[in-house]
């Protein structure tokens, strides 16, 4: 009972007196809406000075300002990856060669249109990927690491075309290689200008 007479007292002087404004009559119940006593509303705003502790005011967030970098990297990366997988299927379909011999046709792989198609599908699955996150403005580290694979692919393309300089591989490095490796440069330098903006 003395505790909960103490804990009345602390109460009566952490909160100032509130009093109804029709009857006079103190009102224990912060909270109340209306008058015990006389059943007539009160003022349920209670003044600034009746809070011992007011609250801090919420501190001044700068929004991070959005340029369209992400986006034009994004649609670079996705066009770079679209590019890709066109080179990547003719790389893997002109890996399988026939050639006829006094014997019939015979089949042999050129292993290096074969790497050149792989790596071409690899670099769309994850530069699409890539190109989507940076349109999303979410997760950095895979808009980086899809744009750096197509870059890594279109690299390859272009040093495999200039290495053994067939038609078909000039074909590919013009065609394929240098838009694809122009594309992802752009889109890498896009891409890391605008980091503070991805979520």
């Known amino acids: 009972m003395r505790n909960l007479i103490r804990l009345k007292k602390q109460k009566k002087l952490a909160v100032t007196e509130l009093r109804c404004p029709n009857c006079g009559k103190e009102i ?8 015990p006593y006389c059943a007539k509303p009160i003022a349920t705003s209670i003044p600034s000075y009746a809070h011992p502790f007011p609250s801090p005011p919420a501190p001044y967030i700068t929004p991070v300002k959005r ?8 649609v670079l990366a996705i066009i ?5 997988d066109i080179f990547g299927i003719f790389g893997i379909i002109g890996s399988f060669q026939s050639y006829y011999y006094y014997y019939g046709y015979h089949y042999i792989v050129d292993y290096r249109l074969l790497f050149t198609g792989i790596f071409g599908l690899l670099g769309f699955a994850l530069g699409l990927t890539g190109g989507i996150c940076a349109l999303r403005r979410k997760n950095f580290a895979m808009a980086i690491v899809g744009v750096c694979f197509i870059l890594m692919s279109s690299l390859f393309t272009v040093s495999l075309g200039s290495v053994y300089a067939t038609s078909y591989s000039l074909v590919g490095v013009f065609f394929f290689g240098l838009p694809t490796l122009i594309l992802a440069i752009i889109s890498l330098i896009f891409v890391a200008i605008s980091k503070n903006e991805f979520l």
Do not use: K, N, R, T
């Not at 340029?67 to 994004?74: D, K, L, N, T, V």
């Open 28 to 35: 224990l119940d912060e909270q109340a809406v209306y008058c």
């Open 67 to 74: 340029s369209g970098f992400p986006i034009a990297s994004g």
């Open 80 to 84: 770079a990856a679209c590019i890709s």
